[in-house]
């Protein structure tokens, strides 16, 4: 007896960029495709933007599913090289699993009002005006840092560290490593503090001070929450997200590369 498919109802969903498109259209007969509420798994045509925003629709509707993609943006870091074939049932059944935690964000605003969002790449404080950001980090229930002068800080997942991190000089962090990345953004005081490297277990908060001279506004991934005043994040194994890839697709080795580009 045959072993059984457990990816036998596949969904397709495109970004509405013209590459995505035109593959969109050669993939239509690949399979008997299925509705996104049906399916097993759902094949991602686009770049990591348009992925990050199929998962998060996916944790908004409360059905989250495995999710393969193939790459017809610009870095598709997250996603899996396109190739012009009709063979995309095989290769999703083929994919290796790797599991993706969000974070959770919790942010009270200066009126008292609560707002809980989830983030797959990272959270970030950024200063509203012209002035300067003071805040307060607490990890794992102890103060760590009183008073951060800053443009801004963030907490990255693996998923995320590539992204804004990166280019904020944050470090790389393997997808599984259960880590987190907190990067300032732009540091003024500590002068010499340029981050840290976090156990995902622990909880990260954070409080603004002076806020009425120096408002903040959270950001987690693309959801803002203004006049912040403080903000707690934790990782949600309870919403844990499966990203497939292809068996030869090196994650590791993509991830060891980006930190040697000139």
Not at 220 to 243: C, G, P, S
Request: charged fraction near 25%; glycine fraction near 6%; proline fraction near 6%.
């Amino acid at each position: 007896m045959g072993e059984r498919n457990e990816f036998a109802r596949l969904a397709l969903v495109a970004s509405p960029a013209d590459p995505a498109q035109a593959a969109a259209r050669q993939l239509e007969g690949a399979c008997a495709w299925s509705p996104l509420a049906e399916a097993d798994a759902v094949v991602v045509l686009g770049g990591d933007g348009f992925m990050l925003q199929t998962l998060h629709q996916m944790l908004d509707d409360g059905r989250v599913i495995p999710a393969y993609g193939l790459n017809l943006g610009t870095v598709g870091f997250l996603m899996n090289r396109y190739r012009q074939d009709v063979k995309i049932a095989e290769r999703v059944a083929k994919a290796r699993r790797i599991a993706v935690s969000p974070l959770k964000m919790t942010a009270v605003t200066q009126a008292g009002e609560r707002h809980s969002y989830w983030a797959i790449n990272e959270v970030s404080l950024l200063r509203e005006t012209r002035q300067t950001a003071k805040i307060e980090i607490a990890v794992n229930g102890k103060v760590r840092i009183g008073e951060l002068a800053c443009d801004g800080v963030l907490l990255a997942t693996p998923a995320g560290s590539t992204a804004y991190n990166l280019s904020a000089n944050g470090p790389i962090l393997p997808l599984g490593s259960n880590m987190l990345a907190l990067t300032p953004i732009s540091p003024f005081r500590p002068r010499r503090w340029r981050g840290a490297i976090l156990p995902d277990k622990f909880p990260v908060d954070f409080r603004v001070l002076e806020p009425d001279k120096r408002p903040v506004a959270a950001v987690a991934d693309q959801k803002e929450v203004r006049d912040i005043a403080q903000v707690r994040l934790e990782i949600a194994r309870e919403h844990e997200l499966t990203l497939l890839f292809d068996p030869g697709h090196s994650l590791d080795e993509r991830i060891v590369s980006e930190q040697f580009v000139a």
